[in-house]
């Protein structure tokens, strides 16, 4: 059986993985719409990148720690076993 402490470690990584893919879905869509709109490749590239890193400095994945994850686990299961 896991302990505590690898199923939290692997929940926070679970957590972490979709903030960036997340954020990646948000940059390909800008970046597609703002290509579509131009016709310009280039700006659609670079509309993908800007979107991106504003995404990702809204979400902050990599603040996520244990602490906040054991939080918000505490908070969303109100009963074990």
């Not at 016709?39 to 509309?47: F, V």
Request: proline share 2%; hydrophobic share 50%; charged share 20%.
């Amino acid at each position: 059986m896991k302990e505590g402490r690898e199923i939290l470690v692997q929940f926070r990584n679970r957590w972490q993985l979709l903030l960036y893919v997340e954020a990646a879905i948000y940059a390909l869509g800008f970046g597609f719409f703002l290509g579509s709109i131009s016709g310009n490749p280039l700006i659609g590239a670079l509309g993908a990148l800007l979107a991106g890193l504003v995404s990702l400095f809204i979400r902050k994945p990599w603040i996520k720690d244990l602490e906040r994850s054991a939080a918000y686990v505490d908070t969303r299961i109100s009963t074990a076993g």
